[in-house]
T-cell receptor, first 112, second 115 residues
Framework: SQKIEQNSEALNIQEGKTATLTCNYT??????LQWYRQDPGRGPVFLLL?????KEKRKERLKVTFDTTLKQSLFHITASQPADSATYLC???????????FGRGTSLIVHP | NAGVMQNPRHLVRRRGQEARLRCSPM?????VYWYRQLPEEGLKFMVY????????ESGMPKERFSAEFPKEGPSILRIQQVVRGDSAAYFC?????????????FGQGTRLTVV
């Protein structure tokens, strides 16, 4: 069956360190993969999209990698700040429907 | 994502009542998507609409749930005869024509509580 797996345990890191979140998938052939941020009681906010033919994408302190052989995406936040504390969702789409399927998300807690 | 407006933000209904959730897409967006988020679960797709047309409702429960996006006015997600299991956060997203959710804009959600 198709699965999108994100670590259900919260990731706790110290301010200034790099946070790395993982998204693994099985039985998908995604055309693209997205990362969103969600704060408690709020809607998801789109952060980055990476396409199947791209290995890496960057935006300010954010970096996303996409390895279609490993079926995995890594999401990095460098020089993390307490304000980066949130739940991060990955979502992927196989390209036909343009309606992505979401993982459950991983909570990131950055300690001052 | 302040451009996608959902109301109400919080809705309390007794079992058996009807719930109506509204979504006004961003200006210039003609496509609306509804997702449901249960506690400790991911966002689950429900329905995809464009004005006056349902494109994909594969995620909608077969009974009690309906959605519309009229020519004028917001998109409405309607849940009839609500049950406790309908308690969740319901999110709406919008996109311009042809873009899908490649770069989605979500609203703040409506939190439905069935008592």
């Amino acid at each position: 069956s198709q699965k999108i797996e994100q670590n259900s345990e919260a990731l706790n890191i110290q301010e200034g360190k790099t946070a790395t979140l993982t998204c693994n998938y099985t039985n998908y052939s995604p055309a693209y993969l997205q990362w969103y941020r969600q704060d408690p009681g709020r809607g998801p906010v789109f952060l980055l999209l990476i396409r199947e033919n791209e290995k890496e994408k960057r935006k300010e302190r954010l970096k996303v990698t996409f390895d279609t052989t490993l079926k995995q995406s890594l999401f990095h936040i460098t020089a993390s700040q307490p304000a980066d504390s949130a739940t991060y969702l990955c979502a992927l789409d196989e390209g036909g429907s343009y309606i992505p399927t979401f993982g459950r998300g991983t909570s990131l807690i950055v300690h001052p | 994502n302040a451009g996608v407006m959902q109301n109400p933000r919080h809705l309390v209904r007794r079992r058996g009542q009807e719930a109506r959730l509204r979504c006004s897409p961003m200006k210039g967006h003609s496509h609306v998507y509804w997702y449901r988020q249960l506690p400790e679960e991911g966002l689950k797709f429900m329905v995809y609409l464009q004005k006056e047309n349902i494109i994909d409702e594969s995620g909608m429960p077969k009974e009690r749930f309906s959605a519309e996006f009229p020519k004028e006015g917001p998109s409405i997600l309607r849940i009839q005869q609500v049950v406790r299991g309908d308690s969740a956060a319901y999110f709406c997203a919008s996109s311009p024509e042809g873009q899908g959710l490649a770069e989605a804009f979500f609203g703040q959600g409506t939190r439905l509580t069935v008592v």
